[in-house]
């Protein structure tokens, strides 16, 4: 069964740098999305996107951080300049349309600021 | 806005015995309902969906949950658990008229199952 991939599994990165996550969508789908998940907390929404632009973005989503379709495969997450709190795991779903079609979600990426 | 509860964040049972885990969920709007399981180390995981019609929704291994519009609940339901169920299980909705499909997630449930 074809799955979402999200690369690296744990990054570790020191506070003020710059981190990408990575992830590879179910071929056949078109929108693609973020969340994440501070640990012990619910699992947020951060971004969609779509048809090469951003859909909609939660309030979390602010100007450090940026999402990118740089080719037909990758989806990414970067952001620019990290903090202490952002230090979480970052999910990536794709989903073959919108509407009640169920989002695929990968492993995700743990992602630990120093 | 939405907004899901899961009252429960852990719940102890014993293997082969049937659990209950509980959602409520708040919205002004017509939602799509889902409840995912999280192995460790691993992604969210679909269980099931209510989308429309029947109530009472079948999902994979041997899960099932039923919408209650009045109480606004969708809670999951198994006969007889193992202990491979022991997991993180997340409710989530999404708007119906939301063209992008935005979850809302839960807090989440620690099914813990013993022998």
């Known amino acids: 069964e074809p799955e979402v991939t999200q690369t690296p599994s744990h990054q570790v990165t020191q506070m003020g740098q710059e981190v990408i996550l990575r992830c590879v969508p179910i071929s056949n789908h078109l929108y693609f999305y973020w969340y994440r998940q501070i640990l012990g907390q619910k699992v947020e929404f951060l971004v969609s996107?779509?048809?090469?632009?951003?859909?909609?973005k939660s309030e979390i989503f602010d100007d450090q951080f940026s999402v990118e379709r740089p080719d037909g495969s990758n989806f990414t997450l970067k952001i620019r300049s990290t903090k202490l709190e952002d230090s979480a795991m970052y999910f990536c779903?794709?989903?073959?349309?919108?509407?009640?079609?169920?989002?695929?979600f990968g492993d995700g990426t743990r992602l630990s600021i120093l | 806005a939405q907004s899901v509860t899961q009252l429960d964040s852990q719940v102890p049972v014993f293997e082969e015995a049937p659990v209950e885990l509980r959602c409520n969920y708040s919205s002004s709007v017509s939602v799509y309902l889902f409840w995912y399981v999280q192995y460790p180390n691993q992604g969210l995981q679909l269980l099931l969906k209510?989308?429309?019609?029947?109530?009472l929704v079948k999902g994979i291994n041997g899960f099932e949950a039923e919408f209650n519009k009045s109480q606004t609940s969708f809670h999951l339901r198994k006969p007889s658990v193992h202990i491979s169920d022991t997991a993180e299980y997340f409710c989530?909705?999404?708007?119906?008229?939301?063209?992008?499909?935005?979850?809302?997630f839960g807090t989440g449930t620690r099914l813990l199952v013993s022998p």
């Open positions: 209510y989308l429309s019609g029947s109530t």
């Open positions: 989530a909705v999404s708007e119906v008229n939301t063209g992008f499909q935005k979850l809302v």
């Open positions: 996107f779509y048809n090469n632009e951003i859909s909609e």
């Open positions: 779903a794709s989903s073959v349309r919108r509407g009640n079609q169920p989002q695929h």
